[in-house]
């Protein structure tokens, strides 16, 4: 970057302090991970110059030949990835993604039934101030207040009730697997489309370690970063009787023209989740879930369902250990460790002071860890919480953390 050092040191001196506390920390951010170099590349390439409003073949722009082929790419990848009828690359994240998918299924008002959002579910699933909440009536089904396992029954029951006009079935912070079979046969039920946000999932999904939707699913939305390791966007596939409201609500009713530069990062990113090594990374990223979760739980955390099947789990510190989660994502960030505070099911506490936090590993995994090192990243987890706020000791363990983490090398940095 001797371009931008250069010309705006601010923002280069910027981007290298945000390098070293990438470098230097252990990343658990479910939602977070590294790109490899060669996605970092196609993401900053002069790709970025060209307009396309439209589709491969048919542009509302001249000289777009060379850019359909990578938008074809990044589409004739994504399908060997999951089997999709037809896929629309051009989300420009998760959010509008989404966006695009409840404006080619549904009208303003539609009842939809989604994963309530203090138990799991996503902003775009009916938050009030988001425009899923303003736009659409949403019903939220809940997990069962014992197993804290989406309870399939009360979901069929909500549906034969409410008769919703789409079922949505996705989430942020739910560490089970998803019975998609039994959602669309309760879809089937009621008359009612089905829609998969696998945002969290798609990487586990496309290394062959979890069910896909795409064979049950009218249409199924992720971004293409988190577990898929990819450039921040996102995607939409969906069987061949969708794709024309799809494509048409994604452009010209939501968007623009695309990112073309992310476009092509994301046909490099699929490239990179075809080969079998990725394979080996989904697998890993779950047994490390497994690992850390397990390694938790004997040092008296409880875990929420009482472990995970993904790459996230959720940690009742206030319950297990009187912490609450602004608490613990505080005093972890002290030492070098990255998590967010999150709500439990039923939580007796408030959205900005919850009284958990929610753990993964994509992240730490790219970097190389394996299940022994899970433990030592509970050890450091479970000291710094309980030093709480004696800086000696939380200074001490952040010096740890930094030696630790340096022994495994980041893609994108030096
Ligand atoms: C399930 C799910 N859907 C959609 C999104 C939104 O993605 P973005 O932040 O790219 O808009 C997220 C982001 O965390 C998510 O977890």
Redesign the pocket.
């Known amino acids: 970057m001797n371009n931008l050092k250069k010309s705006d040191p601010k923002i280069y001196n910027i981007i290298k302090l945000e390098e070293k506390r990438q470098k230097e920390g252990i990343e658990l951010i479910a ?1 977070e991970n590294y790109v490899s170099k060669p996605v970092l590349e196609a993401m900053g390439s002069i790709l970025t110059n060209k307009y396309s409003e439209g589709y491969p073949g048919k542009r509302y722009y001249g000289g777009n030949q060379i850019i359909d082929q990578a938008e074809s790419l990044a589409v004739n990848r994504a399908k060997k990835l999951f089997g999709a009828e037809h896929i629309n690359v051009q989300p ?7 966006l695009a998918v409840y404006m080619a299924l549904l009208n303003p008002g539609d009842k939809v039934l989604g994963f309530s959002l203090d138990q799991g ?5 009916g938050h009030p101030l988001n425009f899923s909440g303003k736009l659409y009536k949403i019903i939220p089904y809940f997990v069962n207040r014992k197993t804290e396992v989406i309870d399939m029954d009360e979901v069929e029951r909500i549906a034969l009730r409410e008769g919703p006009k789409m079922i949505l079935a ?4 739910y560490s089970r697997d998803m019975d998609w079979k039994r959602f669309k046969e309760i879809a089937d039920k009621v008359g009612a489309f089905t829609f998969a ?4 999932i798609a990487g586990l999904i496309a290394g062959g370690q979890l069910e896909s939707p795409v064979p049950y699913f009218d249409v199924v ?3 293409t ?2 577990t898929l390791r990819g450039p ?3 995607m939409i596939m969906c069987k061949e009787e969708f794709a024309k409201a799809i494509d048409r609500a994604v452009f010209p009713g939501v968007q623009g023209g695309p990112h073309d530069h992310i476009n092509a990062a994301k046909a490099v990113a699929f490239g990179e989740a075809l080969k079998p090594s990725f394979k080996k990374y989904s697998s890993q990223v779950i047994k490390n879930a497994k690992a850390l979760s397990s390694a938790l739980q004997k040092r008296g955390y409880r875990i929420i369902s009482g472990g995970t099947d993904n790459h996230l789990m959720l940690v009742d510190v206030y319950g297990s250990k009187n912490i609450t989660g602004k608490e613990a994502e505080h005093t972890l960030e002290e030492v070098g460790i990255s998590i967010n505070k999150n709500m439990i099911p039923f939580d007796p506490r408030k959205p900005l002071d919850p009284s958990g936090i929610r753990l993964g590993t994509p992240a730490v995994t790219t970097r190389g860890a394996k299940e022994k090192d899970m433990e030592k990243i509970a050890k450091f987890i479970d000291e710094a919480l309980m030093a709480k706020n004696n800086a000696s000791v939380l200074n001490k363990i952040g010096k740890q953390v930094k030696t630790f983490s340096l022994q495994f090398p980041v893609p994108g940095i030096k």
């Open positions: 939602s420009l994240s998760g959010s509008p993604a989404n579910g996503h902003l775009s699933h996705g989430f942020s912070a946000d696998i945002a969290h939305s992720t971004t970063h988190k921040r966007g996102a």
